[in-house]
């Protein structure tokens, strides 16, 4: 059982950076990809981006391609998301999330463990 707690969000205004962490507890397996995911109101939840928990190798949406960074730190068991110059439709509870290796990123079904997600409000 793995334990995954959001924290950082919070409300900016647009072009304002903000960092969320994600805290992970437990057992954690290698063979597993660390993601986050997004959910703005009235949407469906869609996949942000994500880092391999061996080799740190990231894949990001084109939505946040050049302004979202995430990262980990696998000793600390610790996911970051980097977000820079935000915009309104950035709006959304953020989630982390994990997923078994072999399946895919783009379905959320495949996420076998899931944080409680924190708000980020990007006000215009």
């Known amino acids: 059982q793995v334990q995954l707690v959001e924290s950082g969000g919070g409300l900016v205004q647009a072009g304002d950076s903000l960092r969320l962490s994600c805290a992970a507890s437990?057992?954690?397996?290698?063979?597993?990809?660390m993601g986050w995911l997004r959910q703005a109101p009235g949407k469906e939840r869609e996949f942000v981006g994500d880092?391999?928990?061996?080799?740190?190798?990231?894949y990001y949406a084109d939505s946040v391609k050049g302004r979202f960074t995430i990262s980990r730190d696998n000793a600390k068991n610790t996911l970051y998301l980097q977000m820079n110059s935000l915009k309104p439709e950035d709006t959304a509870v953020y989630y982390c999330?994990?997923?078994?290796?072999?399946?895919?990123?783009?379905?959320?079904?495949?996420?076998?463990?899931w944080g409680q997600g924190t708000q980020v409000t990007v006000s215009s």
């Open positions: 999330a994990a997923r078994p290796a072999y399946s895919g990123r783009y379905s959320i079904s495949e996420y076998r463990y």
């Open positions: 437990g057992r954690t397996f290698s063979s597993y990809v």
């Open positions: 880092i391999t928990w061996i080799g740190g190798r990231t």
